[in-house]
């Protein structure tokens, strides 16, 4: 099962339930599952317009936001591998992870992409770009962009073949070299599964994530 189910299935039940509230500009913002599932399909068509497709291993680089979810269920939609690398880790060891990637796309924001043409090597296969937020000299598409070419029909979201990649999430380093770890579709749908029966998580509960990847999890439970 493609772990980005979850979200369509919870915006049929209940479309104008807040999924994401989130601080924008100084003020509280609040995105409903409807919302989210509608925008992600958007940008999922999108990126498949741009060559961002099943298999495509795409680094995103940007904080949480509201911009981050729907990209997230996004990118599980289309089927593409999501390579997530915090950049707390140093300049070196960050390099050293790109390169072993090897990714084929990048989304991230207008500092992550200077980043980018500053230290070319580890992006030398990278076909497709997106920037969250103001796009300068270096090219690609904008979330407009996306959004534009996605439309807002449903999306038909990619059926993962068991065992298939989902994500490769890179770990802090804190214990040595930061090392990979591979994500299949099973392997997210699980964890939603024992997150929700250890800590008897029901529909309706507020989650204030202090890491966050597991807010990508409050979504889905």
Known sequence: ?????????????DPKRAAIIAKVNGAWATMTFGELDAL?????????????TEGVRTVLL????????????????????????????????MLKCLEEVEPEAFIG???????????????KKVRATVTI???????GHSLSDLKKLGGTEPFEMSAPKPGQTAAILFTSGSTGIPKGAVYTHEIFDAQVRMIRDTYGIAPGEIDLPTFPLFALFDPAL
């Open 1 to 13: 099962t493609n772990i980005a189910s979850h979200l369509p299935a919870m915006a049929k039940l």
């Open 40 to 52: 992600s399909d958007s940008y999922a068509r999108g990126l498949q317009r741009i060559g961002i």
């Open 62 to 93: 940007a904080p949480p936001s509201l911009e981050f979810f729907p990209l997230v269920f996004a990118l599980f939609k289309v089927g593409a591998v999501i390579v997530m690398i915090d950049p707390g880790i140093g300049r070196e060891a």
């Open 109 to 123: 924001v207008p500092a992550a992409h200077l980043a980018r043409l500053l230290f070319r090597k580890p992006f």
């Open 133 to 139: 937020g103001p796009r300068l000299f270096w090219g």
